[in-house]
């Protein structure tokens, strides 16, 4: 039998677990955040980060899961990225740990 209703809460789980993937990073069931144990050097995740996955992922009843306040997440994660990009010496980019 064919579900008569979409949610798009499915897709929004899909994406945060492609960003813990792209990042390296596991999402418990109790939502807790922790890198992959194959991976040679862990960086820290922004409390903004670790705020979004856990909404994508395990989101609470109270969580809006609509497209514009995602990508306003998102794109307050990218300004916030952008400003803690330093230039080392080398002109190469890296992003300090927290």
């Not at 995740?45 to 989101?59: F, H, M, Q, W």
């Not at 306040?69 to 980019?93: C, M, T």
Request: charged residues 25%; contains cysteine.
């Amino acid at each position: 039998m064919r579900e008569d209703r979409y949610s798009f809460a499915e897709d929004w789980r899909a994406l945060g677990k492609l960003i813990a993937s792209c990042l390296n990073t596991t999402i418990s069931a109790s939502g807790e955040i922790r890198p992959n144990h194959h991976v040679s050097t862990p960086f820290a995740l922004s409390a903004s980060e670790v705020a979004l996955l856990r909404r994508l992922v395990y989101p609470s009843r109270l969580d809006h899961l609509e497209a514009m306040s995602i990508s306003r997440s998102i794109d307050d994660i990218v300004v916030e990225v952008g400003k803690s990009f330093v230039l080392s010496d080398s002109g190469n980019g890296r992003r300090p740990s927290a």
